[in-house]
């Protein structure tokens, strides 16, 4: 009982965090509820149906799991996001580790991103005319 009340408190936070990134510009909402409904399948089944069946997110969650398949959209976005966060850091009066540090993590990350594959698109039927 207090294993699975942990599995869903965890699933609640992500969701909550998830849901902050549909209106702060910059944070993404997709990881989080990736992560939201990976807790949802070990003590929440509902929440992670719930979140597989979403309108706007539940393709994003169901392409990664079935092909860790992201976005081109989603992939542009994550790019500007790294570097706008790039740029701030380097003009910032961070330390020079930082300044380094940093945009190097960000540049291992977009090749690990734009090196995942984009989700195949359905073959939808056309009527015969």
Same mark, same amino acid.
């Given at each position: 009982?207090?294993?699975?009340l942990c599995?869903?408190?965890?699933?609640?936070?992500?969701?909550?965090?998830?849901?902050?990134?549909?209106?702060?510009?910059?944070?993404?909402t997709?990881?989080?509820?990736l992560v939201?409904?990976? %807790?949802?399948?070990?003590?929440?089944?509902a929440?992670?149906? &719930? $979140?597989?069946?979403? +309108?706007?997110?539940g393709? /994003?969650? #169901?392409?990664?799991?079935?092909?860790r398949?992201?976005?081109?959209?989603?992939?542009?976005?994550?790019s500007?996001?790294?570097?706008?966060s790039?740029?701030?850091?380097?003009?910032?009066?961070?330390?020079?580790?930082?300044k380094? %540090?940093?945009?190097?993590?960000?540049?291992?990350?977009?090749? &690990? $991103?734009?090196?995942? +594959?984009?989700?195949?698109? /359905?073959? #939808?039927?056309?009527?015969?005319?």
């Amino acid at each position: 009982m207090v294993r699975t009340l942990c599995w869903r408190f965890l699933a609640i936070c992500f969701v909550a965090i998830g849901m902050v990134g549909v209106v702060v510009p910059g944070l993404p909402t997709v990881p989080f509820l990736l992560v939201a409904a990976w %807790a949802g399948t070990r003590g929440w089944p509902a929440l992670e149906q &719930w $979140l597989l069946e979403h +309108p706007r997110y539940g393709e /994003p969650i #169901v392409q990664w799991r079935q092909h860790r398949a992201i976005s081109r959209r989603a992939k542009c976005a994550a790019s500007t996001m790294m570097l706008i966060s790039i740029t701030i850091i380097t003009l910032s009066g961070a330390p020079t580790a930082v300044k380094i %540090a940093v945009p190097l993590m960000l540049c291992v990350t977009l090749l &690990w $991103l734009w090196n995942r +594959p984009e989700p195949v698109k /359905p073959l #939808v039927d056309k009527p015969q005319a």
